[in-house]
């Protein structure tokens, strides 16, 4: 299982891309709530409870000075993705990209790209599929199907008529 | 008395120009190193007994994704003054700086410039001072000496020679 | 009492989160518009008399090229905490934040994030409650009820349902 | 089996790194030299042939318009750790971290610190301990070594005499 | 005859300006979806017949980790001439840029302005125009064209009343 | 007189270079140390009595958060000339850039490049030069003499054989 | 007099606030449209002759890659004030800013802050008022006036009422 | 031919990288010093005859607020080729990119990397090998060269034994 958390409510409608992907693959998640600043004994808690509770990868969106996932990543030996996440408070998400990309020796945070929830999910879903076959093969066949949506659209850009 | 921590022992350099400032101001600190990536627990545990034993202030310095200010800031209801470190892994100090500058509403911490640790050490004797007579006059003269050590060094511009 | 200054009546609606946060933590303040380009003399006159009135923490928030906190503080020796503003002039708040942050070594300014006027008052309140027990433990409650705000949105981002 | 590969001969001193983490916690590796630009039909096999040889996990390293990342992404389901590299052409590293980052939605690249090759080492061992007990045995025993040797710097920097 | 390749349709705004500008200038042109991180194959199979179609110069666009400019001229020894986008995921262009720009030593891209598809237009016609006459001249009427029209705006500024 | 001052007697090495293009192009000058951060009485008496002092501009340099040159144009109507200074604790200059080029609207600071102080000077002698036909005169010498230093290296570049 | 150039019809809006401050200052002025890139050989006759023409200072706005006060400062010996032009086309406005801040030494350009033409003009007026001292009075009268405004706000600020 | 200039004699050692490339290719060339900002008369008159003098190609090099290739761009219609060069005066070669890269619609000038003057002596030789067989032939054995020294450096990072 997949373990989605969040900073704060407003981060769900980036983060519930991470649940659309996985769902789309087949790998079973749960979502919820963590903020490092305001419930940290929370986050504590999480962190060390996540393998037993039979979490396999762990998903952390946040933005600002975002410090969710390098916390849970401190705590857990479970791969962690960061979801740098473009908040309002946000300049421009460089706080949220480089807060959970420039974690120190020994504490690795998979970071994907701002507001790339989409593909933090589908990251986890590779992580499963390196010893899940199924997924591997959902996988494969995710891939395709990106290969073929670019490929309908070939007609209608190269008969593009210029205004 | 004022808590200066650091995220390693490598950010002594930097960090003891805190205390220093302190010790210059007749304020009573103590040091010691606490990473919130490597020792999260004792992070929680620091800064969950840092008001009963006696801390006004925390001084926490760190670099690169730099989350103990933020995370000792979540814990504790002191004045947390963060220090950002440009360490050999920083991107010329920009991470840490964001990491620690662009706190959510709620948790705040006082962050100085990048390497800034001196002016940590005399933000946390103005806030002692701020309740502490003695404390506050000391500042008054070392403002007063600040502005004398200018004032020597006219004659010496003043009368530069063009090579 | 908390001195809230800006330097525009145009930031108020980002310095009035100031006044709101102490209000919340019933920690007196006054707040009034200080130039340092337009009013360089009125400047001088209240950094000069904040001590003497009373003044335990200024709480300076200013845009573009910021020198009102920097130059607060060369005068007074309270605790400044500055709120960088993102202007429309800004340059995405870069300018603020650095003009804000980076003083020299004996003149520290307690910098927040952008915008954080809100992090400011609360941080004017953890100074005032480093010898206020009675503010002090209006934020220990304050925290409290941060963390069960986000405890009450826990259950619908758990059942939140993918479209 | 992880694969590290890095896009040119001059990337080894920082993604040997990587390769050190691997062997102290037990995992299995083979490094080469795959250029996406230089090489770029080598690139092509290397990622349509790296699940079937075994491979579970890819670490590649490049720096400046760091494409060998992500290019194997597009091609393989594995999960592809990248690190980016300070190379002596880059500005500053943000090249190599923003191309290394930034992936599309359906093409993940778990990115990591500048010059973080150790921690995609770790990384890519803990993507394994999903499924494997020994190795996250082993993660948890490095994890707490990590704690440790924090904790015998403590009494240095407690004692530290300033000057 | 040049060919304007896209990593997405969604790129078709910005680039069908390069269209434009090549249609204005008499050089033949075609344009279509090539997609490095979802068509990888398909960006070997044209790159690697490029030349061989009668492909002079390559105009390619993308945005955030754009790889497509530079995975093109990976494998073709034509002019490539990069696009970078602004795409709806990128920092500001920054990616866009810099994942364009900062090609290793051997492996050139042309890049030009964000967004600035016109430019990589009338750059693919300069290059046919170094060895045709005809389009050498349609570029120098091209260019007194733009010195006209800022001279038929003067009078406009010249009397422009203050209001 | 053109009036040179800066904020440390640090740097004077840089503001050096205003003082001699001046002495080069026969404009008189004086040079002292004035800091807005540690001197702001000795600023605010300077920028008051500087035009009846006789000096017709001033030349102000400073790094990290440099708030002198805004302050003395804040207080004189005399042009101020902000040279940014990359001091040993700014980030990279971009503090002290926008810390004197983003004044607000009321208040210009005349800004040249990072450590530019030779250009400070030269700036100067031009705005003496507008009523000055001696020194517009020997500014046309400067100009032409800038223009065959060039010309004395063409044949060098010229003749350079590869190694 | 003083001559406003900018590069575009386009940058009026920006630039008509140079003539409305010389307006308000009483400084003469011609606006007119002068594109370094699209009239080159305007901008070479511009330049020879404005000092000849009774141009005292030079005002340029250019966006982008923003080369205009460049090129005319390397041909006229006058004064010339730069204002960077944040245009559609610009990367948050820092192209426009480093291409016009960044001169090398002996060809200075006085750089005002982004879309900053109002200074300019204020600037220009200074520049002016070094000999002048009518225009002088005026602006003495234009920064009381600054001065004066900023006193009418503070009642409201004063007295405002939290929501 | 291909014309290479440099806005001043210490751009060489970067720029006589452009000539090893053409002279590896058997691309003629020239290579001479036009200073954008010392020489702009010289830069006229050099655009203004590159194609009658039978130059193809221009290769324009220039640090800081670099102006020489886009100035080139602006009188002549041939192909010009910019190379950002971190100076001493740059910053962090930021300025020079921004300054060649962002041209306006019209104008295109094709960026290569920072300091990549090498890149833009082979783009030159691939815009004259649109048309010369010879030279494209010597370009595709340059590229199969580039691949050959990778595959040489295979076994020595497969058989690297780490210490």
């Given at each position: 299982?997949?373990?989605?958390?969040?900073?704060?409510?407003?981060?769900?409608?980036?983060?519930?891309?991470?649940?659309?992907?996985?769902?789309?693959?087949?790998?079973a998640?749960?979502?919820?709530?963590?903020?490092?600043?305001?419930?940290?004994?929370r986050?504590?808690?999480?962190?060390?409870?996540?393998r037993?509770?039979g979490?396999?990868?762990?998903?952390?969106?946040?933005?600002?000075?975002?410090?969710?996932?390098?916390?849970?990543?401190?705590?857990?030996?479970?791969p962690?993705?960061?979801?740098?996440?473009?908040?309002?408070?946000?300049?421009?998400g460089?706080?949220?990209?480089?807060?959970?990309?420039?974690m120190?020796?020994?504490?690795?945070?998979?970071?994907?790209?701002l507001?790339?929830?989409?593909?933090?999910?589908?990251?986890?879903a590779?992580?499963?599929?390196?010893?899940?076959?199924?997924?591997a093969?959902?996988?494969?066949?995710?891939?395709?199907?990106?290969?073929?949506?670019?490929?309908?659209?070939?007609?209608?850009?190269?008969?593009?008529k210029?205004?």
């Amino acid at each position: 299982m997949v373990g989605i958390i969040m900073g704060s409510k407003s981060d769900l409608p980036v983060m519930a891309e991470a649940a659309k992907a996985l769902k789309e693959l087949g790998v079973a998640f749960e979502m919820t709530v963590v903020s490092a600043h305001r419930t940290p004994h929370r986050l504590m808690e999480y962190a060390e409870k996540a393998r037993e509770r039979g979490i396999k990868v762990v998903v952390a969106g946040a933005g600002g000075a975002a410090h969710l996932p390098g916390m849970v990543a401190s705590i857990t030996t479970l791969p962690v993705i960061g979801v740098p996440i473009k908040s309002s408070n946000s300049i421009d998400g460089w706080d949220s990209i480089l807060s959970i990309l420039q974690m120190p020796a020994g504490v690795p945070v998979a970071t994907v790209a701002l507001n790339g929830a989409r593909n933090a999910g589908i990251l986890a879903a590779q992580i499963i599929g390196t010893h899940d076959e199924q997924i591997a093969n959902k996988l494969e066949a995710f891939k395709a199907d990106l290969r073929d949506k670019v490929l309908t659209t070939l007609e209608e850009v190269e008969n593009f008529k210029l205004s």
